[in-house]
C-alpha cells in the first residue's frame, strides 16, 4: 500500500511566477539590451526558454483567466477588464481547485487572476486558494504602496503607504510572503502562484533599485498625469523595475535551492501580455517588442507572443530552447499531468510537459485562438506559420482579415491575405468555430 506521504513525494511542487506587461523583448536573455537580468538569464541557463509562447490574451483580465481555467478568449467567462470575476464552483473551476482537489496545498500571492474587479476578499478562497495575499482589485494593484490589502478574507492596512507613495513596496512585501509559504509547505505538494505586478505603470520602484540607472538614459520626465504616478525618470525607473523583477525571481529559486527542494518544483516564468505605453512609458524606448510588431491591445504577435522559462533542476534539461507553440490555457493540462490528474474536460489547452521533461509525444496545436473586446474588438488565430488578425469585428463582422506568414515575417510587415485567398477562408472558419457568445461577449455573425 502506497502511503500519503509517498504519493504526495511523486507529486512535484509548482510555481508560476507571472509579470505584468513585460514584452518579449525586456530580458537580457530574449535580447534586451539596455539592463541586465542576471537571475531570469539563470533560469534560462538552467532550465528551458521558450520562443513562441503566447499569453491568454492582449490584456490583462482575459489573459490570467486563460491561465488560470485552462480556456483561450473564445470560451473562457472572462474576456475583458472590468467588474467581472470568476463565478462560482462548479462554474470557472480554476487550476486552484483542481490542485486542491488533489492534495495540493494552494497558494496566490500579488494580483489575483479570479476577477479584474472584486469586492470579495474571500473570492479566491472560493476558487480554491488555501491561502491569498494581495490585490483583489486591478485597478488598486495600479499602485505599488499599497493603502490596503487582502490576506486570507481579511483586510490588511498600511497606514504609511499612500498609494504612489510610501514604505512598504508591494513587490518585497509578496516576495516575503512567497518564501513563507515555500518554507511553511516544504514538504509539499504545493502550488503557488506567483503574481506579481512589475512593469505595468505607475512607474515606481525603491530607489536603491532606480538610481543605478539614473543619467544612463536620455530622459523627459512624465508629469501631469491624471492617473498615473508621475516620474522624473521614466527610463530609469523602468530598468530598475525590471532588474527588481528579477531579483524577486532569484530570490523563489534560492530559497527553493536553499530548502533543498528545488528538484522537485516546477518553477514557471511568464508575462501576462505584451508590452504597455502609457504612465510615462513608451515600449520603444527599449525595444520591449523585440523583433514582434505592436504591443498591449493589439493582436499582432508583441501584443500576445511573450517570454516564458520553465526550470526544475534534473528534470527539465538544462540550457534548453524550445520552439513548441504554446498558450497559457496549456497551463491547466499540465500542471493536472503533473500531478496526477485528469484535466477539465472542456480544456482548450494541451500539456507541454512531455516538451519540459523531454518525455513521450508532444501534442500540438491545430491553432491558437484570441478574441479582445475593446478598441472596436479584434480577433487572431494562428495556424502553423500562419497568422491572421481582423480588426474592429464589433462594428463590421465582415472586415477583410489580415494575413502574415511568421516564418517568413514575424514583424508581420506584409499582408499577404490577397495572394492566399484558401488560408484566408480557413482562418476566417476557425474564428466562427472558436467563438461562442454569452451573455457578455458576441461576435456579430458574418
Same mark, same amino acid.
Request: net charge negative; glycine share 10%; charged share 25%.
Given at each position: ?10 507529486q512535484?511542487?509548482?510555481i ?11 530580458l537580457?536573455?530574449y ?12 533560469m534560462?541557463?538552467?532550465g528551458?526558454?521558450?520562443?513562441q ?16 481555467s ?5 470560451h473562457v467567462?472572462?474576456r475583458a477588464?472590468?467588474p467581472?470575476?470568476?463565478?462560482p464552483?462548479?462554474q470557472?473551476?480554476?487550476i486552484?481547485?483542481?490542485?486542491? #482537489?488533489?492534495?495540493?496545498?494552494t497558494?496566490?500571492?500579488g494580483k489575483s487572476g ?5 469586492? #470579495? ?38 497606514p !504609511? ?5 510610501g514604505?512598504?513596496y508591494?513587490?518585497d ?10 518554507k511553511?509547505?516544504?514538504d ?6 506567483l503574481?506579481?505586478? $512589475? ?8 530607489a536603491k533599485?532606480r538610481d543605478?540607472f ?14 498615473y504616478?508621475?516620474?522624473t525618470h521614466p527610463?530609469?525607473t ?6 527588481n523583477?528579477?531579483? $524577486? ?6 530559497e ?6 528545488d528538484?522537485n518544483?516546477?518553477?514557471m516564468?511568464?508575462?501576462? #501580455? ?15 517588442g523585440g523583433p514582434?510588431?505592436?504591443g ?12 516564458m ?13 524550445s ?6 490555457w496549456d497551463?491547466?493540462?499540465t500542471?493536472c499531468?503533473a ?13 507541454y510537459?512531455p ?5 513521450g509525444e508532444q501534442?500540438?496545436h ?7 473586446h475593446?478598441?472596436?474588438g479584434?480577433?487572431a488565430v494562428?495556424?502553423?506559420?500562419w ?10 463582422p465582415n472586415r477583410?482579415?489580415?494575413?502574415y ?9 506584409? #499582408?499577404? $491575405?490577397?495572394?492566399h ?7 476566417q472558419e ?6 461562442? !457568445?454569452?451573455?457578455l ?6
Amino acid at each position: 500500500m502506497i502511503s500519503a506521504k509517498s504519493e504526495a513525494a511523486e507529486q512535484p511542487n509548482i510555481i508560476f511566477i507571472l509579470a505584468d506587461d513585460l514584452g518579449y523583448g525586456d530580458l537580457s536573455c530574449y535580447g534586451q539590451k539596455n539592463f541586465k537580468t542576471p537571475n531570469l538569464d539563470r533560469m534560462a541557463n538552467e532550465g528551458m526558454r521558450f520562443t513562441q509562447h503566447y499569453a491568454g490574451c492582449t490584456v490583462c483580465a482575459p489573459s490570467r483567466a486563460c491561465l488560470l481555467s485552462g480556456q483561450h478568449t473564445g470560451h473562457v467567462h472572462q474576456r475583458a477588464n472590468g467588474p467581472i470575476e470568476f463565478r462560482p464552483d462548479p462554474q470557472d473551476i480554476s487550476i486552484g481547485r483542481l490542485l486542491k #482537489n488533489a492534495g495540493y496545498h494552494t497558494a496566490m500571492i500579488g494580483k489575483s487572476g479570479l476577477a479584474c474587479n472584486s469586492q #470579495n476578499g474571500n473570492h479566491p478562497a472560493e476558487k480554491g486558494f488555501d491561502h491569498f495575499f494581495g490585490y483583489i482589485s486591478h485597478g488598486a494593484a495600479h499602485r505599488y504602496y499599497p493603502q490596503v490589502l487582502w490576506r486570507d478574507g481579511e483586510k490588511v492596512q498600511y497606514p !504609511d503607504n499612500h498609494g504612489k507613495e510610501g514604505k512598504h513596496y508591494s513587490t518585497d512585501m509578496f516576495v516575503a510572503d512567497a518564501k513563507e509559504y515555500i518554507k511553511e509547505h516544504k514538504d509539499g505538494p504545493f502550488f503557488l502562484h506567483l503574481s506579481l505586478q $512589475a512593469p505595468h505603470a505607475d512607474l515606481n520602484v525603491p530607489a536603491k533599485w532606480r538610481d543605478p540607472f539614473v543619467g544612463k538614459f536620455a530622459e523627459k520626465p512624465h508629469t501631469k498625469d491624471k492617473h498615473y504616478r508621475n516620474e522624473t525618470h521614466p527610463k530609469a525607473t523602468f530598468a530598475g523595475m525590471v532588474t527588481n523583477l528579477d531579483d $524577486a525571481v532569484g530570490q523563489i529559486l534560492d530559497e527553493l535551492k536553499e530548502l533543498g527542494i528545488d528538484d522537485n518544483t516546477i518553477v514557471m516564468f511568464a508575462s501576462d #501580455n505584451g508590452p504597455m505605453s502609457e504612465g510615462g512609458w513608451d515600449r520603444n524606448f527599449f525595444n520591449s517588442g523585440g523583433p514582434l510588431k505592436g504591443g498591449k491591445r493589439d493582436m499582432y504577435e508583441g501584443g500576445v507572443r511573450v517570454p516564458m522559462i520553465a526550470w526544475q533542476p534534473g528534470k527539465i534539461a538544462a540550457g534548453e530552447t524550445s520552439d513548441h507553440v504554446s498558450a497559457f490555457w496549456d497551463f491547466v493540462p499540465t500542471a493536472c499531468e503533473a500531478a496526477g490528474i485528469k484535466p477539465p474536460a472542456d480544456t482548450d489547452g494541451l500539456s507541454y510537459l512531455p516538451t519540459l521533461y523531454g518525455k513521450g509525444e508532444q501534442p500540438e496545436h491545430d491553432y491558437l485562438y484570441w478574441e479582445f473586446h475593446e478598441r472596436g474588438g479584434k480577433q487572431a488565430v494562428r495556424q502553423g506559420d500562419w497568422k491572421a488578425v481582423r480588426l474592429d469585428f464589433q462594428s463590421d463582422p465582415n472586415r477583410p482579415l489580415e494575413l502574415y506568414n511568421l516564418a517568413d515575417d514575424l514583424a508581420e510587415t506584409k #499582408n499577404v $491575405a490577397a495572394e492566399h485567398p484558401e488560408v484566408v477562408a480557413r482562418m476566417q472558419e476557425i474564428m466562427r468555430e472558436a467563438h461562442v !457568445d454569452t451573455e457578455l461577449f458576441k461576435i456579430p455573425a458574418n
